[in-house]
């Protein structure tokens, strides 16, 4: 339901989110194991948009468990740093780092709430800044985010986001063809769910499966593809692309179909964007 910013909306994500670490360590969603062993945790689209990464620093913002980082630094970035609000995903993330034989001066990862950044990360500016898929979404300010990226970017690099279109929350969980929520809403979107990306049927009484968890209160907010655009815009970054896809990575919707580890919706129906792509560059 929408409601007015809550007070305590930042510590209420975060208890959910460190709460969550361990389930996400364990599920099939992140398939940690395959990671460990070699699997890269990045989606196809995001390695060829994003190019080579050889000799480049990378700064993941939001990075969760760490394993989009250290996949960039799989594929030949020099230095990636990855800063997240949840002191057990930051915790989770060194571990893995440490276990794929990554030290500090490789990767590094900052327990800080993303609008801190610019105080919190060991460098002044990279090369790459990247935020993958699910993370706009916990940020009540588009435009103080985009500002504070972009002061990340160093000259002549560039900023690249991977997100789920905003279009697919406004629709109907069921089918994704009916519009039932307002896309242009400001206000913070308040739930208290224990199911998520990665366990769509925890605590469902159909199930019979009690809630695992205790922490299922989330503050979100929706932020209009517009929105995004003209904050990194007016951030002093140029547009290289936008990008829609008609796939995502989770079954979001009854309707959606999976297959080689993407959803989309069935062939006999029109497509909708359900993932977005766009990279912003600064001068050099």
Same mark, same amino acid.
Request: proline content about 5%.
């Given at each position: 339901m929408y409601s007015a910013t809550p007070a305590d909306w930042r510590e209420t994500n975060r208890r959910r989110w460190d709460e969550r670490v361990p389930l996400h360590l364990a599920s099939d969603f992140y398939a940690v194991d395959a990671f460990r062993a070699g699997r890269s945790a990045l989606r196809d689209f995001e390695r060829a948009e994003v190019g080579d990464v050889h000799g480049k620093s990378l700064l993941h913002l939001q990075c969760h468990i760490g394993m989009d980082t250290l996949s960039w630094a799989r594929h030949g970035a020099s230095r990636v740093v990855g800063l997240d609000f949840s002191g057990r995903a930051v915790e989770a993330a060194r571990d893995l780092a440490a276990e794929l034989g990554f030290g500090p001066e490789r990767a590094s990862f900052v327990a800080a709430d993303v609008y801190d950044a610019v105080e919190a990360v060991p460098d002044p500016s990279y090369d790459?800044?990247?935020?993958?898929?699910?993370?706009?979404?916990?940020?009540?300010?588009?435009?103080r985010w985009a500002e504070t990226a972009a002061s990340l970017v160093a000259p002549?690099? $560039?900023?690249? #986001?991977?997100?789920?279109?905003?279009?697919?929350?406004?629709?109907?969980d069921a089918t994704g063809s009916r519009v039932e929520h307002d896309y242009f809403a400001n206000d913070a979107?308040?739930?208290?769910?224990?199911?998520?990306?990665t366990d769509l049927d925890a605590g469902d009484a159909a199930t019979g499966t009690a809630p695992p968890t205790v922490h299922?209160?989330?503050?979100?907010?929706q932020h209009p593809l517009g929105d995004v655009v003209s904050a990194l815009a007016a951030a002093g970054l140029r547009i290289e692309f936008l990008r829609e896809h008609d796939t995502t990575l989770f079954p979001? $919707?009854?309707? #959606?179909?999976?297959?080689?580890?993407?959803y989309r919706f069935p062939a006999d129906r029109p497509r909708i964007p359900l993932m977005y792509s766009l990279k912003a560059s600064k001068a050099g």
């Open positions: 790459i800044v990247y935020t993958g898929v699910g993370a706009l979404c916990w940020l009540p300010d588009i435009r002549g690099g $560039f900023l690249y #986001l991977a997100e789920f279109h905003p279009l697919t929350d406004i629709l109907d979107w308040v739930e208290d769910d224990p199911t998520g990306y299922n209160r989330t503050v979100e907010w979001r $919707f009854g309707a #959606l179909e999976g297959r080689d580890g993407v």
